[in-house]
């Protein structure tokens, strides 16, 4: 449970949608609106991808996240109801999302770093498809894979870009990562792995001049990739707060039975 009251500190931001305008207006009239260094609560309003973009933005400030639906997408968000946030935010859920945190080098040696919340990603640049070696801890699994590309995706991601992909649903409290294959070719039969969330993946690749690969972190996207290592990082991570009846763990375990 989240503790708030009358001294609770609220800060609010919005997508440039008119339903996020008309609510973010109505919230601030009524609630007042807080620095984002002296609030306890930063109350996205948007879809699921502002709420992504907010976490990105706003991590370092340490405060917790209480996300309203007011987007088109809304899986890590709460539903837009009428209830007041003062009735709902203390019956709310606390969740812990830790970041990946990716290490890139390019073909001209050059180093990049970047965090994802949803999933890091390699994926083709051209018609061409990738060739990518995949090694797990240190042992080798996949000794070329011809795909368009694969991604690590966390629990909290495993219903985005991952799912799409046909990758696995992750509940929240599951210690794992997904690591899924985009558009296989070979092996014709790999579907993808569950992994241990503190594994470190590398991805290597093959023929990077003929067959160029790109990367993305979430929204950070690098061109020209050589080498890729994603392990979970400790040091930046994020509080969700969620509903009772929109616990992101029931969420989670209701799209798995969707038909």
């Known amino acids: ?9 609220l800060h609010f931001v919005a997508s440039e949608t008119e339903p996020a305008q008309d609510a973010l207006s109505g919230l601030v009239t009524h609630y007042g609106q807080n620095t ?8 996205p309003l948007g879809g699921d991808g502002f709420l992504l973009e907010c976490l990105h933005n706003y991590h370092h400030h340490g405060k917790a996240f209480y996300g309203v639906n007011k987007g088109s997408e809304g899986f890590l968000l709460n539903q837009s109801i009428s209830a007041r946030l003062s009735d709902r935010i203390p019956k ?16 001209d040696g050059n180093k990049h770093e970047a965090y994802a919340f949803n999933e890091i990603a390699l994926f083709r640049e051209t018609r061409q498809t990738a060739h990518i070696n995949i090694m797990v801890d240190g042992i080798e699994r996949i000794d070329e894979l011809v795909a368009d590309g694969v991604m690590v995706a966390t629990p909290a991601g495993s219903t985005a870009y991952n799912l799409s992909a046909h990758g696995p649903i992750i509940p929240l409290n599951s210690p794992l ?5 985009i558009s296989p070719f070979r092996p014709r039969r790999w579907k993808g792995a569950l992994i241990p969330q503190d594994s ?10 003929k067959r160029p690969v790109g990367a993305s972190a979430d929204f950070t996207e690098i061109r020209n990739i050589k080498h890729v290592s994603v392990a979970q990082s400790k040091d930046v991570k994020v509080k969700l707060l969620f509903d009772p009846d929109h616990a992101l763990e029931e969420r989670i375990m209701r799209e798995q039975f969707k038909v």
């Open 1 to 9: 449970m989240v503790k708030i009251g009358m001294d609770t500190k």
């Open 36 to 43: 984002i260094e002296d609030c306890d609560i930063i109350v």
């Open 92 to 107: 709310s859920h606390a969740i812990t999302i830790y970041a990946l945190k990716m290490n890139a080098v390019t073909t």
């Open 177 to 181: 990562l997904a690591l899924t294959p």
């Open 200 to 209: 470190v993946t590398e991805m290597t690749v093959l023929d990077c001049d």
